[in-house]
C-alpha cells in the first residue's frame, strides 16, 4: 500500500490526474469525516473535502515524505476546517442548523432499519455534542478519536505543544461528559479498563 | 489523591497509559470519592460513544466530481510562466525606454536654460487656462443676470432628463432582472 501510495503520489506530482484519483479513494472517508465532524453539515462537508484535495494537489511539490501522506491531508483539511468555522462567525451565521441526514448511513443496506435508527441517533448525539466544543477542542478531539493520531501528530498538525493538546483533550472530555449526561448519556459502570471498541 | 491528580490519571487510563501502581491509586481514590466516581463513569461513557461510533464516508462519485475540480497542471504552469514574462516585460520596457530617451536627448536635457524656460512656459500656460475658465465663468453669470428666463429653461430639461432616466430604468433594466431571477 505504501508503495503504491509512493507510486501514485510521484504520477500525481507529474500532473496525473488518475494516479491522485486513486489517492482521493483511498482517503476520502478520513478526510470526509473529519469535514463533517467539524462542520456539522454534509453539504459543507463534501465542499470542504473537495477544496481540501484541490488544495493537495497544487500544494504536492511541498509535501515532504517523511511525514505520513494521511497526516498532511488531514492536516490540510483541518486548517481549512477551522477557517471556515471562523469566517462563519464573522459573517454571523447561524450554526444551528438542523443535521441533514447522512446519505453514508442512509444507504447502509447491511444494517436493519432499527440498528440504522439507532445508528443514526447515535451520530446525532456525537455531532451535538461535538458542537458544544469550541473548534481547537473539537479538532482535537476528532482527531484523537477517529483518526486515532498520537498527541505528537496533533501537536504537530495544530502548531501547538503536546502538553496543549493533553490539557485540551482533557478539558474536552470533561465537559463532553457533563453535558452528555445532562443529555441523557448513561454513565457507564464503574471500570478502570479500557472502554471497549 | 488531589482531584486535579485522579483526572490526569483518568485521561492517561483512556490513552491506555496507566501503569498498575498507579491504577491501585485511582481506585482507591474513586471507591472513597463519589464526586469523581460519577465524573469518571460519565467520561467513560463518552468515550466508549466516541469510540464506537463509525467515520462517514461521502456520498457515492466522490472522486469523480473532486477530479473534475481540480486544475489544469500544464496550463497552470502557461499561465504563472506567461503572466512572469508579462511583469517582466512592464518592468523592462520602461528602463529600456528610460536608457534610449537619456542616449537621443542628454545632451539636450544638460544645458542649463533649459528647465528654467520649461518652468516659465508651464506657468505661462497655467496663467492662460486660468484667465480663459474665469472668462467663461465670468460670461455665464452676466448672461444668466440679463436672461434670468435660461436659468428656468436648464431646470425643466435636467427634469425631462431625469424622468426619462426613471423610465429607462423601469421599462428595461426592471424586466432584464426578473427574468433573470426567474
Known sequence: MLNEEQTWLEQARQGDKI???????????????????????????????????????????????????????????????????????????????????????????QKGPEAQIMLSEQQEMVQSLLQELQPDYRQAVVLRYWH????????????????????????ARRQLAEIGVANGVSPVPMTLERAAV | ?????????????????????????????????????????????????????????????????????????????????????????????????GFWAYNQFGPVLSEPGLWLNLWQTAGEAIQVAVTVVSALLIGAGEFIVQEPSVLGWLLVLAGIVSLWGGMFRQLIVQPRQMSGSA
Open chain 1, 19 to 109: 494516479a491522485f484519483g486513486k489517492l482521493i479513494e483511498a482517503y476520502q472517508r478520513p478526510v470526509y469525516n473529519l469535514a463533517y465532524r467539524m462542520l456539522n453539515n454534509s453539504g459543507e462537508a463534501e465542499e470542504a473535502a473537495q477544496e481540501a484535495f484541490i488544495r493537495a494537489y497544487t500544494r504536492l511539490h511541498t509535501y515532504k515524505p517523511n511525514h505520513k501522506f494521511s497526516t498532511w491531508m488531514l492536516s490540510i483539511t483541518s486548517n481549512y476546517c477551522i477557517d471556515l468555522i471562523r469566517k462563519r462567525r464573522a459573517l454571523l451565521l447561524s450554526i444551528d442548523e438542523p443535521l441533514p441526514p447522512h446519505p453514508a448511513l442512509m444507504s447502509d443496506k
Open chain 1, 148 to 171: 486515532e493520531l498520537s498527541y505528537e501528530e496533533i501537536a504537530d498538525m495544530m502548531d501547538t505543544t503536546v502538553s496543549a493538546i493533553k490539557s485540551r483533550l482533557f478539558r
Open chain 2, 1 to 97: 489523591m488531589e482531584h486535579e491528580h485522579a483526572y490526569t490519571l483518568m485521561m492517561d487510563t483512556l490513552d491506555g497509559e496507566l501503569v498498575a501502581e498507579q491504577q491501585r491509586a485511582l481506585e482507591v481514590h474513586l471507591r472513597a470519592c463519589p464526586s469523581c466516581a460519577r465524573e469518571w463513569q460519565a467520561i467513560l461513557a463518552i468515550d466508549r460513544l466516541f469510540r464506537q461510533t463509525p467515520a462517514l464516508a461521502p456520498a457515492a462519485g466522490f472522486t469523480q466530481r473532486t477530479l473534475a475540480r481540480l486544475p489544469n497542471h500544464k496550463y497552470r504552469v502557461w499561465t504563472i510562466s506567461s503572466l512572469y514574462v508579462a511583469l517582466l516585460l512592464v518592468g523592462a520596457l520602461p528602463m529600456l525606454v
